[in-house]
């Protein structure tokens, strides 16, 4: 494992380890505090995120900064990364082989930063983290025992821009967050072992 964010940023270099390669502007990543108490994690860059090679830059990034400041905090509070580090063609999901390229770089950039509260922003990034299909409409808010820190999936704040009828459920979700984040309950050891996957189950 890499000792640190900058010594895996070299590892991952100009990468090339899937086809997403060709495509992209910038990697993305990931950017903040390497000792935030809570992180995040989306599903991939957009178009802004390509162009500027940081995450949530655009209008959903935006509005993610909105909802930490009415929890009290500030995006340099927090850590942000996604599953995968490239642009998806037209934002699709990231197929199965990209994930599985990726998910080396997630998995140590969690255990380098150590959060105590990991945040997956949407269906993608949930399902990826809990090693299965999920509905975010049915689990969002929820708080999840994960190894070694705790997993909250929310909706994606891009969900909150389509259709306002979201709003009120995303802040909500971000109540919650602010909720877990102020008990002093420890999340659980990670296990001895490295698990082969992210799946939390």
Wanted: glycine fraction near 10%; charge should be negative; hydrophobic fraction near 35%.
């Amino acid at each position: 494992m890499a000792k640190t964010l900058e010594e895996l940023r070299e590892e991952l270099g100009e990468c090339t380890r899937c086809s997403l390669c060709r495509g992209r502007n910038n990697i993305v990543f990931g950017d903040g505090n390497p000792d935030a108490q809570l992180m995040f994690v989306g599903e991939a860059p957009g178009r802004a995120e390509d162009a500027q090679g940081l995450p949530f830059v655009g209008p959903a990034g935006k509005l993610l900064d909105r909802l930490l400041e009415d929890i009290g905090l500030k995006r340099g509070d927090t850590y942000i990364a996604n599953v995968i580090k490239c642009r998806p063609p037209g934002n699709r999901d990231p197929l199965p082989e990209e994930t599985e390229a990726c998910s080396p770089f997630l998995q140590e950039q969690t255990e380098i930063i150590r959060p105590r509260i990991l945040c997956a922003l949407g269906r993608v990034a949930a399902g990826f983290m809990m090693g299965k299909s999920v509905q975010i409409t049915r689990i969002h808010g929820q708080r999840f025992e994960g190894a070694g820190y705790f997993l909250v999936p929310v909706l994606h704040p891009a969900a909150a821009l389509r259709a306002a009828s979201n709003m009120d459920l995303i802040r909500q979700d971000f109540k919650s967050l602010e909720a877990y984040l102020a008990e002093d309950d420890s999340p659980p050891e990670p296990p001895a072992e490295e698990p082969e996957q992210m799946g939390l189950f």
